[in-house]
């Protein structure tokens, strides 16, 4: 399982989706966001675009712990869908 610790912001969302999309690419299909203390839309983005790199590399990823305030950004944007679809089930 992949944690991101600390923060996902306009101003290391490039280097949080390097490493995020490393991390798919080295196997890691479990991202866990519980430990993500702040983020604004960068880090909604960040977390589509992995979504998107692990499903064009053939991964299923599973999205899991979402913050309250990233969730509400994702319904306020339409995209909590395609987030759901990556969460673990049950």
């Known amino acids: 399982m992949y944690s ?3 923060a996902i912001t ?4 490039s280097q949080s989706l390097a490493d995020l999309c490393k ?11 519980g430990s993500l203390a702040h983020s604004d839309s960068s880090a909604l983005a960040v977390v ?7 499903q064009a590399s053939g991964k ?10 990233l969730q509400s950004l994702a319904k306020l ?5 395609l987030i759901d679809a990556a969460a673990p089930p049950g």
């Open 23 to 33: 991390a798919v690419d080295a196997g890691e299909t479990d991202i866990d966001l």
């Open 60 to 69: 299923a990823l599973h999205v899991s712990a979402m913050p309250p305030a």
């Open 77 to 81: 944007y339409g995209v909590q869908d």
């Open 4 to 6: 991101i610790p600390g």
């Open 10 to 13: 306009m101003t290391n969302a």
């Open 48 to 54: 589509l675009a992995t979504i998107r790199h692990g």
